[in-house]
């Protein structure tokens, strides 16, 4: 590359720093179009130095409105600092994100957020538990890096996350390997009779 392309590159990447990235998303045939966008968080809004980027995160534009929580995720974990705007994992998380608003719509949950984050070691994504009014999940792109199929196994991770956040809005959370069995059904259905059964299983008790 030359050093008039290397500028350029770094350019692009500044602008993204700057504005952030939306692209219109189809979800499926004759569904309106839904808007992406990939953005840095900053403390207080205020971008660091070249070595602090922020919190990058994506979410779907139409559904921004007041949070219904002030969790910030920087408090808890540290941004996966070599995760950029562009990278596979972003561009998966951004194809596969308007599927997964809607599906939290219809769970009655609000606006996701998908952050780049590092997770506890052996955790490829996870949920933020007391933020299911608008769901904060957290993925480590490292893990999806060698997939076969890594936009299918992201949007399966996101969707099994909702899962947890949908449990969470009901109170019905155990922690255990049957909320796991039952989220990872879940995602893998989209069969929302799966979480209610556990939810009044856990009411029985």
Do not use: K
Not at 47 to 67: I, K, N, Q, W, Y
Not at 88 to 101: C, F, H, S, T, Y
Not at 145 to 160: C, G, K, Q, T
């Amino acid at each position: 590359m030359t050093d008039d392309g290397r500028l350029l590159a770094l350019g692009a990447v500044a602008a993204v720093a700057a504005a952030g990235v939306c692209r219109r998303v189809g979800r499926s045939m004759g569904s309106p179009a839904v808007f992406v966008r990939t953005e840095y968080q900053y403390p207080d809004g205020v971008p660091g130095d070249e070595d602090d980027r922020g919190f990058l995160f994506t979410r779907a534009v139409e559904t921004a409105r007041p949070s219904g929580h002030d969790y910030d995720p920087s408090w808890d974990y540290e941004p996966d600092s070599f995760v950029l705007p562009g990278d596979v994992g972003v561009d998966a998380v951004e194809g596969v994100l308007p599927e997964v608003q809607r599906v939290a719509g219809d769970l009655g949950l609000g606006a996701v957020r998908v952050y780049y984050a590092q997770v506890e070691r052996g955790q490829a994504a996870r949920y933020v538990d007391g933020t299911s009014a608008e769901p904060i999940l957290l993925l480590f792109c490292e893990a999806y890096r060698n997939e076969w199929n890594p936009v299918r196994e992201i949007r399966l991770s996101l969707l099994h996350e909702l899962g947890h956040a949908y449990l969470d809005s009901n109170m019905a959370r155990t922690y255990d390997d049957e909320e796991e069995e039952g989220v990872e059904r879940f995602a893998q259905t989209l069969d929302r009779t799966v979480l209610d059964e556990f939810i009044d299983r856990m009411g029985e008790g």
